[in-house]
């Protein structure tokens, strides 16, 4: 049974910082391009950050991230992690970690992540 689970999100005030984390069972984690997406109340899902299968030398992020969260992985420990710096009000969304391979797509159960003062 393919498991992802995210942990790391909470309140935080603006320009704090957050890591998070998605731990990955049941698949072969590192033949999976990981994501991470955020949906906002009343909005879509968006993309926020991706990073390839294997040994992760290729990340990519949405515009209105870059610059300010890193992706990164550890597949060792079958994990996707999120540092979030410089977090602003409109950071503030449900942020789900996604596994993407060449035949199957898994989803998370999702992290709140609120940025207020």
């Known amino acids: 049974q393919v498991q992802l689970v995210e942990s790391g999100g909470g309140l935080v005030q603006p320009g704090g910082s957050l890591r998070l984390s998605c731990a990955a069972s049941g698949i072969t984690f590192s033949t999976y391009a990981m994501r991470w997406y955020r949906q906002a109340a009343g909005k879509e899902r968006e993309l926020v950050a991706g990073i390839t299968r294997g040994a992760g030398s290729s990340t990519n992020y949405a515009g209105s991230v870059k610059g300010r969260f890193t992706i990164s992985r550890d597949n060792a420990k079958n994990t996707v992690y999120l540092q979030m710096n410089s977090l602003k009000p409109e950071d503030t969304a449900v942020y789900y970690c996604?596994?993407?391979?060449?035949?199957?797509?898994?989803w998370g159960q999702g992290t709140q992540v609120t940025v207020s003062s």
């Open positions: 996604n596994a993407a391979g060449l035949r199957s797509n898994y």
